[in-house]
Nanobody, 126 residues
């Protein structure tokens, strides 16, 4: 069973930066898609970004130009570099793994993610 553990969250003022990490316990899938989601209290879960094993990436319009997703295969770690943070970025951030590559192929259904981390809180003050 794959475990995903997020870290790097915290409190920052608007305009600041944070880098989130998601370490996976294992990486045995030949094709996969990993993604970051976020959810603020009272709001629905929102997709933020994805990346495939081959490096294909995608971003929500709300974070384009500010966030960068990346991965280190050797360390089984996913990253989300967040720059120019805004108060509306405040949320619990989760990483997720789709072992079927479905999400990165164009099917935008969060139900394909079989593994989720516990989340890391990001709070951006104005």
């Amino acid at each position: 069973q794959v475990r995903l553990v997020e870290s790097g969250g915290g409190s920052v003022q608007a305009g600041g930066s944070l880098r989130l990490s998601c370490e996976a316990s294992e990486s045995t899938y030949s094709r996969y898609c990993m993604a970051w989601f976020r959810q603020a209290p009272g709001n629905e879960r929102e997709w933020v970004s994805y990346i495939s094993r081959g490096g294909t990436t995608g971003y929500a319009d709300s974070v384009k130009g500010r966030f960068t997703i990346s991965q280190d295969d050797a360390k089984n770690t996913l990253y989300l570099q967040m720059n120019s943070l805004k108060p509306e970025d405040t949320a619990m951030y989760y990483c997720a793994l789709d072992p079927t590559y479905t999400y990165c192929s164009g099917v935008r259904r969060s139900g394909v993610f079989g593994y989720w981390g516990q989340g890391t809180q990001v709070t951006v003050s104005s």
